[in-house]
T-cell receptor
Framework: AQSVAQPEDQVNVAEGNPLTVKCTYS??????LFWYVQYPNRGLQFLLK??????LVKGSYGFEAEFNKSQTSFHLKKPSALVSDSALYFC??????????????FGTGTRLTVIP | DGGITQSPKYLFRKEGQNVTLSCEQN?????MYWYRQDPGQGLRLIYY???????QKGDIAEGYSVSREKKESFPLTVTSAQKNPTAFYLC??????????????FGPGTRLTVT
């Protein structure tokens, strides 16, 4: 079955410290992985994606993610957290069983709180 | 929120009434999607459309209906058959194509409350 797991509902980190938001996946075929961020009462904003190539993907707002095939993980990272990074983060994987559209399976989300 | 608009932002309805949520995009995307978001459950796919005049059920289509008469528009109707309609509804669009891996762009969402 294709799915995404975000094992932590909540992550707290002090401002200036590095942050990691975890994601593991299960997919048929090649994994196409995405990270999105959601601020309160807003839509999701795309941060970055992994399609192929380098395992370290760089995205918007200083975020990056590391793809690890052997561990089936795609953790989101940032070297130095900002208070403004506090939001809900979603990991997603493309549904490879659907052709044409780009259907995604989303994780349940991780709420990141950066403490001043 | 890119070039996708959803209206209204907040919607209140009485139980038993059908309600239609609007979604319009100017990104020239072929594919469009409707999701429902509930606390702690992430996003669940209701319907998707790969092209005009075609749409497919997602994981939780019961009690919902859609149409895709224009490329730019993908309205969602929440019918009285939907048992728990109160939720945050998100519309998205993307480039379509077999074996592609394009990200979805999301609208700002509509919060529907049914009492």
């Amino acid at each position: 079955a294709q799915s995404v797991a975000q094992p932590e509902d909540q992550v707290n980190v002090a401002e200036g410290n590095p942050l990691t938001v975890k994601c593991t996946y299960s997919v048929s075929g090649n994994p196409y992985l995405f990270w999105y961020v959601q601020y309160p009462n807003r839509g999701l904003q795309f941060l970055l994606k992994y399609i192929t190539g380098d395992n370290l993907v760089k995205g918007s707002y200083g975020f990056e993610a590391e793809f690890n095939k052997s561990q089936t993980s795609f953790h989101l990272k940032k070297p130095s957290a900002l208070v403004s990074d506090s939001a809900l983060y979603f990991c997603a994987v493309r549904d490879n069983l659907v052709t044409g559209a780009n259907n995604l399976f989303f994780g349940t989300g991780t709420r990141l709180t950066v403490i001043p | 929120d890119g070039g996708i608009t959803q209206s209204p932002k907040y919607l209140f309805r009485k139980e038993g009434q059908n309600v239609t949520l609007s979604c319009e995009q100017n990104l020239n995307h072929d594919a469009m999607y409707w999701y429902r978001q509930d606390p702690g459950q992430g996003l669940r796919l209701i319907y998707y459309s790969q092209i005009v005049n075609d749409f497919q059920k997602g994981d939780i289509a019961e009690g919902y209906s859609v149409s895709r008469e224009k490329k730019e528009s993908f309205p969602l109707t929440v019918t009285s058959a939907q048992k728990n309609p109160t939720a945050f509804y998100l519309c998205a669009s993307s480039v379509a194509g077999t074996y592609s891996s394009y990200e979805q762009y999301f609208g700002p969402g509509t919060r529907l409350t049914v009492t």
